[in-house]
């Protein structure tokens, strides 16, 4: 005659280890979440905006070597935008103050003026100074080489 195990009752519920687990995938979704919510700070937002700035010119003069024409970038001061053919319309943090450094022939009206690059690399040249309250950016065209710098401080 076949006998018959008796099977142990288990208790429902969860290990200690499964519940670790879960624990710590709660905690690190919550520690996401809430840099996500977070706005950057003002700092970050100027780096950004100085960054795409000078990518903006940079591939603005680029294009300007490559199509072997005049390629401009305006910054409009008032509503803190920069537009260039290449890149569009980039905007800079509102809570910054912009100051723009450039040839008489570039100032566009009071509110705005600009860069232009020229086939053989070269540019007008000059200067824009970016504050916020928690940092400093400046940007530097070189009229004879064209060449963007970039500084954050």
């Given at each position: 005659?076949?006998?018959?195990?008796?099977?142990?009752?288990r208790?429902?519920?969860?290990?200690?280890?499964?519940?670790?687990?879960?624990?710590?995938?709660?905690?690190?979704?919550?520690?996401?979440?809430?840099?996500?919510?977070?706005?950057?700070?003002?700092?970050?937002?100027?780096?950004?905006?100085?960054r795409?700035?000078?990518?903006?010119?940079?591939?603005?003069?680029?294009?300007?070597?490559?199509?072997?024409?005049?390629?401009?970038?305006?910054?409009?001061?008032?509503?803190k935008?920069?537009?260039?053919?290449?890149?569009?319309?980039?905007?800079?943090?509102?809570?910054?103050?912009?100051?723009?450094?450039?040839?008489?022939?570039?100032?566009?009206?009071?509110?705005?003026?600009?860069?232009?690059?020229?086939?053989?690399?070269?540019?007008?040249?000059?200067?824009?100074?970016?504050?916020?309250?928690?940092?400093?950016?400046?940007?530097?065209?070189?009229?004879?080489?064209?060449?963007?710098?970039?500084?954050?401080?």
């Amino acid at each position: 005659m076949p006998q018959l195990h008796r099977k142990r009752g288990r208790r429902a519920g969860f290990t200690l280890m499964e519940t670790l687990v879960v624990m710590g995938l709660i905690a690190l979704l919550a520690g996401m979440g809430s840099q996500l919510v977070r706005s950057p700070s003002s700092r970050l937002r100027l780096e950004s905006a100085t960054r795409g700035l000078c990518g903006t010119l940079r591939a603005t003069r680029a294009r300007a070597i490559g199509t072997n024409s005049e390629t401009a970038v305006v910054i409009d001061l008032e509503r803190k935008s920069y537009t260039s053919p290449v890149g569009g319309e980039g905007l800079l943090p509102e809570e910054t103050t912009i100051k723009l450094e450039i040839a008489n022939s570039q100032q566009l009206s009071g509110n705005r003026g600009g860069f232009t690059f020229f086939p053989d690399g070269s540019s007008t040249g000059g200067d824009i100074t970016i504050e916020a309250p928690n940092g400093r950016a400046t940007i530097g065209v070189n009229w004879l080489t064209g060449e963007i710098r970039c500084a954050l401080g």
